[in-house]
């Protein structure tokens, strides 16, 4: 796959109309020609991003600036398929005719750069083709958890609630107690007393019964409210359309699709029609049990005054009887209900854990393909350049995370935060907030365990789904053997970072790569030796399209295709694009990058005389 010819219209490069071979591409030309724009433009058409957020604006704002209001269309070779990718200012992203791989795409700015930070290095290496990135499935099951998540907090919370409801029953075994005397003594009464008491005995069941029953009905129309809430919501969405633009004898393909869109919609409003039956059936069953246990209580009412004619206050005592019998047949049902959520919890816990398994397993995966990738780098580079992967290791987002989550609590959470996300990771945090596991906190984060219980309850009370598929990234570290001691990147010279990030780039083998003015802050020895090596190692159908001023690029690098630009300096244009052996290429590099041909033979007679030396 090779990018095979780029068209511009309108701007600085306005006309320009090149086409570019497989293997090596060079263009070259005199500042200000727009060496740098063309490669702008193309990477602006491709969507291909920066390697760090500053570089991806800068890009942006230099192809805006270049093309005005023009297009650029750049053609993508496959074999015999050809893919035209188009793109105007206006446009959101490209419009392609059929689906590409973009191009490696490095600035002169990011070459220098792009080692020094985390995400660099990361997007680096991770931009070789068998390192999947953030898949599908990750975001899936990522998002399968957080819903999980979400689920366990609701049912925790109503656990809690049942289980605080439910500890009201000894209270009223202790209520019950105390009243059995007086309950007993009105069965000793009289046998007619006796008989009363009886009959209002199985009432009092009876009504427990019912109002057990009422509360199940209860429960469940509230569950059905929210159900019937979201699909309405979904409902009020008109279908989605889109205007097709082509005169209507064409056709609008579309059309089949905005019938299975109104299909949807029908779909959602029967099952509003659904749930409105449903919601009838059990407002029915509602109030035939609201019925029947009012007139429950109606004989109930009765029979109290009945007893209360035989014996004074004995109505008082039987009400009293009748009200904790009630109230304790509800809380009774509560606790079966409470072993069941219990279940629930425990099954709904499992399967997020399946998920969280099955997240752990992706990103294990995605490291342990960089860390093949870095260790196939390092064979072809080492010794003089090393490159490690550390599972998880930038641990300052995934803190900064946590310092968000921990806001509001009254806690010092900046160090705190960072010092939990080098300890923990992300699941093991959330099921220690979930099972308030505070000396396990408490130790990870070297704090005190009332430290430790008060974060764990703000926690808690945060988006724990969020926290706890938090994605660490893999921390990649380059070094450059200089004398006998490795140095990472950080400490290198701007020149020494460039000899290590170029062998790395060009190791992309398998990817279009465009680079503009690898050469800079390298010298010719590095360029002859290394950056030439690399280049000519490549697979010849591979395609590299250099930005240059250094003659060695293209005569050591025996390009396939050299493209010279010039300006008139309103416009950028090509005078030049052709094999590297033709008359009007060699003009071109003997004029423009050699300095002309006076300067190329002073500069091989100074060489030839001092051979010797």
């Not at 090149?18 to 020609?33: K, M």
């Not at 959101?92 to 689906?99: K, L, Q, S």
């Not at 219980?453 to 808690?460: F, G, P």
Request: proline fraction near 3%; charged fraction near 25%.
């Amino acid at each position: 796959m090779h990018i095979e010819r780029v068209q511009i219209e309108e701007g600085f490069l306005d006309g320009l109309d090149v086409s570019f071979a497989p293997g090596l591409n060079v263009i070259i030309g005199a500042r200000g020609t727009g060496k740098t724009s063309l490669i702008e433009l193309i990477k602006f058409c491709l969507d291909v991003k920066g390697h760090t957020p500053e570089t991806s604006r800068r890009s942006f704002d230099h192809a805006l600036s270049v093309l005005g209001s023009g297009q650029v269309t750049v053609t993508i070779a496959d074999g015999s398929r050809r893919v035209m990718v188009t793109r105007t200012a206006n446009d959101v992203g490209p419009r392609a005719t059929e689906p590409y791989v973009a191009p490696l795409v490095f600035s002169q700015t990011e070459i220098e750069s792009v080692g020094l930070q985390s995400s660099g290095r990361l997007g680096l290496l991770s931009g070789f083709s068998d390192v999947s990135t953030d898949s599908a499935a990750e975001r899936d099951a990522a998002a399968e958890a957080r819903s999980l998540t979400a689920q366990a907090a609701a049912l925790r919370r109503e656990l809690e609630d049942l289980q605080r409801r439910a500890a009201e029953i000894p209270a009223i075994d202790a209520e019950l107690a105390k009243l059995a005397p007086s309950e007993q003594q009105l069965s000793t009464l009289s046998a007619e007393a006796a008989k009363r008491k009886a009959e209002l005995d199985a009432l009092t069941s009876d009504i427990s019964r019912k109002s057990v029953a009422e509360a199940v009905v209860a429960r469940l129309k509230q569950k059905m409210d929210g159900w019937r809430s979201a699909i309405a919501a979904a409902a009020r969405t008109p279908p989605l359309q889109e205007h097709w633009p082509e005169a209507p004898e064409e056709g609008n393909p579309l059309a089949p699709i905005h019938a299975r869109f109104a299909k949807v919609q029908g779909y959602l409003k029967a099952a509003l029609d659904e749930l409105a039956l449903a919601d009838g059936e059990v407002s029915s069953i509602a109030a035939s049990r609201n019925s029947g246990r009012l007139a429950s209580e109606e004989k109930a009412r009765h029979l109290r005054k009945e007893l209360e004619t035989l014996q004074a206050g004995a109505g008082n005592v039987a009400r009293q009887g009748q009200q904790l019998r009630e109230r304790k047949a509800q809380l009774e049902a509560l606790k079966a209900l409470l072993t069941q959520r219990t279940v629930d919890l425990t099954t709904l816990v499992s399967s997020r854990g399946t998920v969280l398994d099955r997240l752990e397993e992706l990103r294990d995966a995605r490291f342990t393909s960089r860390a093949r990738v870095a260790n196939d780098l390092n064979k072809v580079l080492g010794p003089r350049i090393r490159i490690s992967v550390s599972r998880a290791g930038q641990h300052e987002p995934f803190g900064a995370a946590i310092a968000d989550a921990l806001k509001g609590s009254g806690l010092k959470y900046g160090d705190l935060a960072q010092a939990l996300a080098k300890k923990v990771s992300p699941r093991e945090l959330l099921e220690a907030a979930e099972a308030d596991d505070i000396v396990f906190i408490a130790e990870a984060a070297g704090i005190t365990q009332d430290r430790s219980e008060r974060l764990l309850a703000h926690l808690r009370e945060a988006d724990l789904g969020a926290v706890g598929t938090a994605s660490v990234a893999d921390l990649v570290d380059f070094q450059l053997l200089d004398g006998t001691d490795y140095k990472d990147i950080s400490e290198l010279s701007t020149g020494q970072r460039c000899t290590v990030v170029l062998p790395i780039v060009l190791r992309h083998t398998e990817r279009m790569l465009i680079v503009d003015q690898p050469e800079d802050h390298i010298d010719n020895a590095f360029i002859a030796e290394t950056l030439i090596q690399s280049v000519l190692a490549r697979d010849p159908t591979g395609q590299i399209i250099f930005t240059s001023h250094n003659a060695n690029i293209p005569v050591l690098g025996n390009a396939d295709k050299v493209v010279q630009l010039g300006s008139d300096g309103k416009r950028g244009y090509p005078l030049a694009a052709a094999g590297l052996e033709t008359v009007a290429v060699v003009n071109a590099i003997t004029t423009v990058m050699e300095g002309g041909l006076k300067a190329f033979e002073q500069r091989r007679s100074f060489y030839a005389r001092h051979k010797s030396s």
